[in-house]
């Protein structure tokens, strides 16, 4: 178990650096991180299906000027890791990823700010030195790493240690909410083609 948590830990962190060291390549979106997740949880199809629906779900989440959308990336790949570990369906991970993708971004401002703050001003100082091999070794170590390092963490102990906790959750959830759930997968997936139209 916890070479696997240690494996969707390192997806996590690939997809939250994503933005800041690979420029922007979407490679860090659910409809790609789904299916590594399930190959790496034992099933595949599932983490086909679950990141296809995240996807569109998530679809019209994108950054645009100071309007900062929920995580997708790291909150993406732990609801897919705890659905699919639990055996639920696409609505387990969609009841997870909306609270999650919102947690994530206040946890991720949080461990961003300081070093975020120190490397803008460490950033600067070197733009007016002329010195840009160490504006650029700053803007692609601390930048990234106060983001990634930070939900990969997360993951990994939520995935290791939490998930029993996680399935008592689920598990308490009447099957009546659980089948709403699936039914807003299907409906939120429309939102989120509206929200990119």
């Keep these: 178990m916890i070479i696997t948590a240690l494996l969707v830990a390192v997806v996590a962190f690939l997809a939250a650096i994503d933005e800041q060291t690979f420029g922007a390549s979407m490679m860090s979106r659910p409809l790609f991180t789904g299916p590594i997740v399930g190959l790496i949880m034992g099933d595949m199809t599932t983490g086909v299906i679950m990141g296809a629906s995240l996807e569109a779900m998530f679809m019209g989440s994108i950054m645009v000027g100071s309007a900062v959308p929920p995580e997708v990336y790291a ?3 732990l609801s897919i890791a705890v659905a699919i570990q639990s055996g ?10 909306l609270p999650l993708s919102i947690f994530l971004q206040m946890w991720r401002n949080f461990c961003y700010a300081i070093p975020g703050s120190w490397a803008g001003k460490q950033i600067q100082k070197a733009v007016e030195e002329r010195n840009m091999k ?4 700053l803007h692609l170590t601390v930048v990234p790493l106060s983001i990634g390092i ?3 963490l997360l993951v990994f102990v939520a995935i290791a240690f939490g998930a029993d906790s996680i399935n008592a959750i689920l598990n308490m959830i009447p099957e009546v909410v659980m089948n709403g759930f699936n039914v807003a997968a299907g409906v939120l997936s429309c939102v989120g083609l509206a929200l990119l139209i």
């Design 75 to 77: 909150s993406s790949v």
């Design 88 to 97: 639920a369906e696409v609505g387990t991970a969609v009841a997870l990823a």
């Design 134 to 137: 160490k504006a650029d070794f």
């Design 150 to 152: 930070p939900s990969a």
